[in-house]
């Protein structure tokens, strides 16, 4: 069964390549998000739970444990955020409203993620890595993307707009 988060996703073959079927967003460790007023957008960045049931062999070779990605929200209204401090590990649910909408809600230890968007989803700078010994994503990553493999090997840092806030 495909998780009600998935079924609004408008490039879904791309993580349908590597999940036999996509995980639920439950529970989700969001490592960053980026606010972008035009549009307005709201990117998140984001450990799925699970790591891929179709791995590509180098993630394999190299140790890989972890698979993240973006998940981009576009027309955000409502926006309220309490007690952001990253990487923040919870529920994040998705539940379509009327006209084309969706409220998404984020909830974890101390943090609390509220606001709606169109229900058109998009998935992007898909990685894979090794999750270092404390949990953080610090370490190389091996992206999907041809211009991401070539661009970056590590995540860039947080002032790069075309990663952040691009998928």
């Known amino acids: ?7 609004l996703v408008r490039n879904l073959a791309v993580l349908t390549d590597f999940y036999t079927s996509p995980p639920p967003l439950e529970p ?9 007023r035009r549009g307005p957008t ?7 739970p699970g ?9 394999e070779q190299n140790g890989c444990d972890t698979f993240q990605c973006q ?25 379509p409203r009327e006209e084309r909408r969706v409220l998404v809600l984020l ?28 949990g953080m ?7 999907v993307g041809k211009v991401d493999q070539m661009r970056y090997s ?3 840092d947080p002032g790069e707009k075309t990663f952040y806030g691009r998928v």
């Open 1 to 7: 069964m495909t998780p009600a988060w998935a079924g």
């Open 28 to 36: 989700v460790k969001v490592r960053s998000l980026y606010l972008d």
């Open 42 to 48: 709201l990117t998140l960045r984001l450990d799925l």
């Open 51 to 59: 790591f891929p049931d179709r791995p590509r062999p180098e993630w």
């Open 71 to 95: 998940l981009q929200f576009l027309a955000v209204d409502d926006f309220k955020l309490r007690g952001w401090n990253p990487p923040v590990t919870g529920s994040l649910d998705v539940e």
């Open 107 to 134: 909830g974890a230890d101390g943090t609390r993620l509220t606001f709606s968007s169109s229900d058109s989803l998009t998935v992007g700078k898909m990685s894979a890595y090794r999750a270092a010994p404390d």
């Open 137 to 143: 994503d610090h370490g190389r990553h091996y992206y």
């Open 154 to 156: 590590v995540l860039p």
